[in-house]
């Protein structure tokens, strides 16, 4: 299922600490540290300033303020990258550039602004190549970059050549905050610095169509933070708090529109507003399966008070309720895509509300069972592309699973009915079906059904079921 929420990636930064460490932006991402200087030997060829082809400076224990470029500066004459991905592991010559603009692109796998930016940097290349190249480079080693590559799929299909191992650079450009543009002129001479928020479109375009340099001067600083204050909760003066990991419960936030969301593109990202705790367990049980969504009809909630957990007051009544303090609460979940966001939350939950017992158990119930009707085989689609557009007047569907189609009966026409929908057609490949009928009555839907080989029939099976128990009186810490 397409995700629901979309992070722009683009507004977040990576800074280096003192340490030369680049952090992730506010945006949830990665976990790897990023160590801008190491003290190893070098690969690749990069003269310093003054030298002759083919010498390479010491060691990088530190940077080498002297060496440092500057708009105004050519670099130097014989710099040549060895370690290439994407570039059927032929060097790269920076002199080989000459005759166009060159923008070389400093980033890291830890950061996601630099993350989020290499695909719009692909296809700046593939418009603007006989112009303008872009060259993104880091100081991370090859198998770093490799697993990047392989864990991030909207990066699986790069041809965009990138630079790895590239310590000694650095000593040309320092700079504290990545993404980190360098733009270079058809002979050499830095013509800009700058940061991600100026390699726009619009910019390309004025360099490659009139020569223009539009670049504002990137400058990099650095702030110190209070000792005592809470990084997260607290320091507003840091806007990108390199959030790698966090899970975050809290009450009710007035007036803050309820709300829950989730991101599962670069990395796991739910969020919860202000919502009754109710929807807090079924997402967490329900995750994203087609097949056991636990709405209303598949929770059981043992030895809670009324509106407990959830309530039908609408309007100010349900205003008034919120405010009251021990209903609605906010969760956040922060993690990398590598672990299970919903068992995370499922132990979370555990953690902050002991005093509910949450379970899975399979127990016999009435459903609406989707069947083929008998003598009736349903064929597979052989369309090329699916779509799936719903109204309350009907569904039509292209080369789609029936189990999405339940989800959606499940989660939305039918979500206040007292009885599930399961799919027991035994249909599991992609099916096109038009249907023509009032969606949220079961019995319109089910003559719809009726016309395309299908049918809908109230019967007793043994399904999951997520049960809640209240073993214990309710103690939050806000309160």
Excluded at 85 to 90: P, S
Excluded at 257 to 271: D, G, K, M, V
Excluded at 398 to 411: T, W
Aim: include cysteine.
């Amino acid at each position: 299922m397409k995700k629901i929420i979309y992070t722009c990636l683009m507004g977040g930064l990576c800074l280096l600490g003192h340490a030369q460490i680049a952090q992730v932006a506010d945006s949830p991402q990665f976990a790897d540290h990023h160590l801008a200087s190491q003290a190893v030997g070098l690969g690749d060829k990069y003269p310093a300033k003054g030298q002759e082809e083919g010498n390479t400076p010491a060691r990088m224990g530190r940077l080498l303020v002297s060496d440092s470029l500057s708009i105004g500066d050519h670099i130097p004459e014989g710099m040549v990258f060895n370690s290439i991905l994407n570039n059927d592991g032929k060097p790269i010559r920076l002199d080989d550039y000459q005759g166009k603009y060159l923008i070389l692109q400093f980033w890291a796998p830890t950061c996601t602004a630099s993350i989020g930016s290499l695909p719009q940097m692909n296809r700046f290349n593939e418009k603007f190549g006989d112009k303008v190249e872009i060259l993104p480079i880091t100081v991370f080693p090859e198998k770093s970059i490799l697993e990047t590559l392989e864990n991030i799929p909207v990066l699986k299909e790069l041809d965009i050549p990138l630079v790895v191992g590239a310590e000694a650079m650095i000593q040309y450009f320092p700079h504290s905050v990545i993404p980190h543009f360098v733009v270079i002129g058809p002979n050499r001479e830095v013509l800009a610095i700058t940061g991600l928020e100026d390699m726009t479109e619009k910019n390309i375009v004025l360099l490659a169509s009139k020569n223009e340099v539009a670049f504002r001067l990137k400058k990099d600083t650095e702030m110190e933070i209070d000792l005592k204050a809470k990084l997260i909760s607290e320091s507003p003066q840091v806007s990108n708090k390199n959030i790698w990991f966090q899970s975050a419960f809290t009450g009710y936030i007035p007036e803050v529109t309820s709300s829950l969301t989730q991101n599962l593109e670069l990395s796991s990202h739910i969020r919860i507003v202000n919502l009754p705790l109710f929807y807090h367990y079924q997402l967490a049980y329900s995750e994203r399966s087609l097949t056991d969504y636990f709405g209303t009809n598949r929770i059981e909630m043992i030895g809670f008070e009324p509106d407990e957990m959830n309530t039908d007051k609408m309007g100010l009544d349900y205003t008034a309720w919120k405010a009251e303090g021990n209903h609605v609460f906010g969760y956040e979940l922060i993690a990398p895509l590598h672990l299970n966001p919903y068992e995370l939350m499922r132990e979370d939950l555990k953690r902050y509300l002991p005093q509910i017992q949450a379970s899975v158990e399979k127990k016999p119930k009435m459903v609406l069972a989707l069947v083929q009707q008998e003598g009736k085989i349903y064929p597979e689609s052989t369309a090329e592309n699916k779509s799936y557009n719903s109204g309350p007047a009907g569904v039509k569907m292209v080369k789609y699973s029936l189990d999405g189609f339940v989800y959606h009966l499940n989660a939305m026409f039918l979500r206040n009915s007292p009885i599930p929908v399961i799919n027991l057609s035994g249909i599991d490949y992609r099916i096109d079906l038009n249907l023509e009928g009032k969606m949220t009555d079961v019995e319109s839907l089910r003559k719809a059904l009726q016309q395309n080989g299908f049918d809908l029939i109230e019967r007793e099976e043994e399904i999951p079921v997520l049960v809640l128990r209240k073993i214990a009186t309710s103690k939050f810490v806000g309160l």
